[in-house]
T-cell receptor
């Protein structure tokens, strides 16, 4: 599976959009981009995933560049409860896969 | 009740003791995973199982063993615990990935293990 690179930490003001970048320059054609987050020491929580197209759900939007070498997770209106570690993960397609978590980005939402 | 339940939630043990962490799920998923988390290191995969008869080593399986007793149960054992196995352990499940399936992992609440 392709490796990912994320900044170790970011800050965001409450109510503003949080844009979390992820570099996955070695991604191959059948690999998906997944985002999870972990609040304090809770189990990680799935946010969103995509292959080529941009995706949006009730939690966030995922923007994948045309060359698929990077992506951005967007939390449109960050709240204090969005303070967490955000993990960008690339996984292969197919039904047998495993997710490898890196160190992620600690997003701190400030009042 | 949680869909993915881990027991115990907290455990303190001594070096050399055998310890078992248990995971049970009510989601009906066929895939189960054990991860370990150390401060500042993210989550690392210990073992994973795609079904009852399929068990695979992850990144850091040395010093650990697993048992998939049933589709709903996946146990992690430390045969002889050592202090550097002190960590937060997570169990996770997922369904077989299909076109409509996100393939997301569902995590338990974690088991904090301290080895003295």
């Amino acid at each position: 599976d392709a490796k990912t690179t994320q900044p170790p930490s970011m800050d965001c003001a409450e109510g503003r959009a949080a844009n979390l970048p992820c570099n996955h320059s070695t991604i191959s054609g059948n690999e998906y981009v997944y985002w999870y987050r972990q609040i304090h020491s809770q189990g990680p929580q799935y946010i969103i995933h995509g292959l080529k197209n941009n995706e949006t759900n009730e939690m966030a939007s995922l923007i994948i560049t045309e060359d698929r070498k990077s992506s951005t997770l967007i939390l449109p209106h960050a709240t204090l409860r969005d303070t967490a570690v955000y993990y960008c993960i690339v996984r292969s397609g197919g039904s047998n896969y495993k997710l490898t978590f890196g160190k992620g980005t600690l997003l701190t939402v400030n009042p | 009740d949680a869909d993915v339940t881990q027991t115990p939630r907290n455990r303190i043990t001594k070096t050399g003791k055998r310890i078992m962490l248990e995971c049970s799920q009510t989601k009906g998923h066929d895939r189960m995973y054990w991860y370990r988390q150390d401060p500042g290191l993210g989550l690392r995969l210990i073992y994973y199982s795609f079904d009852v008869k399929d068990i695979n080593k992850g990144e850091i399986s040395d010093g650990y063993s697993v048992s998939r007793q049933a589709q709903a149960k996946f146990s992690l054992s430390l045969e002889s615990a050592i202090p550097n196995q002190t960590a937060l352990y997570f169990c996770a499940t997922s369904d077989r990935s299909t076109g409509a399936n996100t393939g997301e992992l569902f995590f338990g609440e974690g088991s904090r293990l301290t080895v003295l």
